[in-house]
């Protein structure tokens, strides 16, 4: 595996390794069992595989947890290096936004509602970064996972809309034996939050067999959730999105 920081760097790479399909796994770092469940796939579909770590800035409002989001640079280049990983991209901001953070793409209709309601900048951000990875790594194969379903449609159709020649692939959501989604933010959880988050898919998959998003969020509320940002329905599934403490999670359920 190498480890390449620049484009310069990155094609040149590319090119040395020959015109096999190229899977991408886009990250943001502190990988874990969900993450390689997506370079697996990647493994499968692609001859080649790149994964790229960037904690992307566009996609973080002020207040949200840019700052302390989790980097372990090392680990991750060691844990996708025992994976058979080809190229690990990891560009800084000065390569990722050499012109300012401005974006020629936004978020289309896919972004509408759920997590925009919460997060309003999120999704621009997310297709700010993604379309700008995907021009540097120039993948013919990406893998989102479905843990964040909505910014998967979102990436999809941001692929539809600017023709991109990349197909986008659908990996399952990883869970540890509890049924909770592994999540790099899990890491800011208390010893006393883990065991209230561990009943957030358990609600959801409630909610996926009565319909009753309103009661979900009630549950929630009562199992020690400090605030839900909601629980709700959408692309035959239910979705929701629940704090504890300073920890936001997010997880869906297919009806
Ligand atoms: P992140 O590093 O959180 O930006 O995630 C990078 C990619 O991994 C995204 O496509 C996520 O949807 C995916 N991912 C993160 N956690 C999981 C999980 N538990 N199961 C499946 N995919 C995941």
Known sequence: MKIVRTIEELDAYRNELGNGSLA??????????????????????????????????????????????????????????????????????????????????????NAEGLETTFRPTFFDGVVNVVYRLFDAVKPDIAIF????????????????EQSLPIEIIAAPIYRDDSGLALSSRNLY???????IARQLNVVLREAAKTGDTDAAEK?????????????????????????????????????
């Open 24 to 109: 991408y796994v886009p990250t943001m770092g502190a990988l874990h069992e969900g993450h390689l469940s997506l370079v697996s796939l990647a493994k499968e579909k692609g001859d080649l595989v790149a994964v790229s770590i960037f904690v992307n800035p566009t996609q973080f409002a002020p207040h949200e947890d840019f700052d302390s989001y989790p980097r372990m640079e090392e680990e991750d280049a060691k844990i996708l290096e025992a994976e058979g990983v080809d190229i690990l991209f990891i560009p800084d901001e000065g390569v990722m936004y050499p012109d300012g953070m401005n974006s020629d793409v936004k978020a289309g209709s």
């Open 219 to 255: 549950v929630l509320l009562d199992l020690g959730f400090d605030k839900i940002d909601y629980v709700a329905s959408r692309w035959n599934r239910i979705l929701g999105a629940a704090w504890l403490g300073k920890t936001r999670l997010i997880d869906n359920i297919a009806i």
């Open 145 to 160: 996972g479905q843990k964040d379903f909505q910014q998967q449609q979102v990436v999809r159709q941001m692929v539809e």
């Open 189 to 195: 959880l208390s010893a006393e939050e883990l065991p």
